[in-house]
Structure formats: C-alpha cells, structure tokens
C-alpha cells in the first residue's frame, strides 16, 4: 500500500459495459467489519450474474469473487483499493452477464478496471496518523503549552489538574510528536515527558 492514505469523503458509482456485460461499482466509506457486511446486503442485486467485493480497514482486508472464476474478480477489485492507497472503504462490483465470456484475463481486467475507476472519481481526504499523548506540566508553563499546542494541530482530551500543575491529555498528528516532546524539555527544563497512550487516524 501507499505511505499516503485516502479515505472516501462520498459514495462513488461508476458502471461499464465491457463486452455486452454491464458492470457497476459502487464504493463506500466504512469503519467496521460489520458496516461492511451491511453495506453488502443494502448494495447486492440478487438478479444480477455476480455481486464481487473487496474491503480494507487498516491492516485487516477481504473479498470475494461470487461465483465468478478464483482470483478473477475480488483480488483485483482489492488491488484497485490498495494501488490507490484507500483505507476504510468496501467497493461491490456487480455484474450483469451480457452473453460473452470474457476469459480469466478479460475479467481481472473488468473488475480491476471498473473498481480503479469508481475510484479514480471519488472524493477523497487524506488520512492522517495521529498519537494519543499524555504528559505532566507544572501551573507556570500551560498558558505558554497551550498556544503551543495549537500550532502543532494538537486538541486537548482532558486535563487533570493537582496541586503543582496538570496531566494533559491530547491527540497530535505523529508527524509532530518530536515537535511536542522538544517543546515540553524546553518548557520544563527536561523534566516533562510525553507517554504515548495510543494510535489512531484522523481524516
């Protein structure tokens, strides 16, 4: 995958006919395993030929060629997903048999294809890695943290304040962590240290 990732910001829709079959993708923002499989029961035409699928969520990913020869349909609808660098997104291919076989080569082709497509012309945002950090700051350096910490795209979750200072808990891009580790040893002389608590993204 990309070291840039996208997600959907709309629905996307994009049909094809590829040799008398019609072919239609449709690709959607998700973030759960079962938004997926909602998504696929709202979005599956049973009168269709084939309803091919593939979705990726972080490192976890699935698909399915429904039917159609092994390896000629969902693979190559989440090699379209994974060549773009989109994350969080489930793409349905269906299709509707127009009477001409394509061959194992033509439908890796269309599937691939109609996916990257659908893609292609969807609105996207970039994803973006961000840390959940927490750290102890005396009274005396907050106001100055706080402007800080504006500047480096940091939003405050909670404060928790004692009698000499306050534990602070933000969220950050990673990209900027360093930024915030320097700032805090500069502000407390080297006594502050930043914990990481968790991993997420933000789009």
Same mark, same amino acid.
């Given at each position: 995958?990309?070291?840039?990732? @996208?997600?959907?910001?709309?629905?996307?829709?994009?049909? #094809?006919?590829?040799?008398?079959?019609?072919?239609?993708?449709?690709?959607?923002?998700?973030?759960?395993? =079962? %938004?997926?499989?909602? @998504?696929?029961?709202?979005?599956?035409?049973?009168?269709?030929?084939?309803?091919? !699928?593939? !979705?990726?969520?972080? #490192?976890? @990913?699935?698909? +399915?060629?429904?039917?159609?020869?092994?390896?000629?349909?969902?693979?190559?609808?989440? #090699? $379209?997903?994974?060549?773009?660098?989109? =994350?969080?997104?489930? &793409?349905?291919?269906?299709? !509707?048999?127009?009477?001409?076989?394509?061959? $194992?080569?033509?439908? &890796?082709?269309? @599937?691939?294809?109609? $996916?990257?497509?659908?893609?292609? #012309?969807?609105?996207? %945002?970039?994803?973006?890695?961000?840390?959940?950090?927490?750290?102890?700051?005396?009274?005396?350096?907050?106001?100055?943290?706080?402007?800080?910490?504006?500047?480096?795209?940091?939003?405050? &979750?909670?404060?928790?304040?004692?009698?000499?200072? $306050?534990?602070?808990?933000?969220?950050?891009?990673? +990209?900027?962590?360093?930024?915030?580790?320097?700032?805090?040893?500069?502000?407390?002389?080297?006594?502050?240290?930043?914990?990481?608590?968790?991993?997420?993204?933000? =789009?």
């Amino acid at each position: 995958m990309s070291s840039v990732r @996208y997600a959907l910001t709309t629905s996307a829709t994009l049909a #094809q006919e590829i040799r008398k079959s019609k072919f239609v993708a449709n690709a959607v923002n998700v973030v759960s395993e =079962d %938004a997926t499989i909602k @998504y696929l029961k709202h979005i599956a035409d049973p009168a269709a030929s084939h309803n091919c !699928w593939a !979705w990726r969520i972080g #490192q976890r @990913y699935r698909f +399915s060629d429904d039917g159609e020869p092994a390896g000629t349909a969902g693979k190559p609808i989440l #090699q $379209a997903i994974d060549g773009q660098g989109i =994350d969080n997104v489930i &793409v349905v291919v269906t299709r !509707w048999f127009g009477g001409i076989k394509l061959g $194992a080569g033509g439908l &890796v082709r269309a @599937y691939c294809g109609c $996916a990257a497509e659908c893609l292609r #012309q969807a609105q996207k %945002a970039e994803l973006i890695e961000a840390a959940l950090v927490e750290f102890a700051a005396e009274f005396s350096v907050l106001p100055a943290l706080h402007a800080r910490l504006r500047t480096l795209g940091a939003t405050v &979750v909670a404060e928790d304040f004692a009698d000499a200072g $306050a534990t602070v808990r933000v969220n950050l891009p990673t +990209s900027r962590l360093a930024e915030l580790r320097s700032l805090l040893a500069d502000l407390t002389r080297g006594r502050g240290k930043v914990h990481l608590l968790d991993h997420a993204v933000l =789009d």
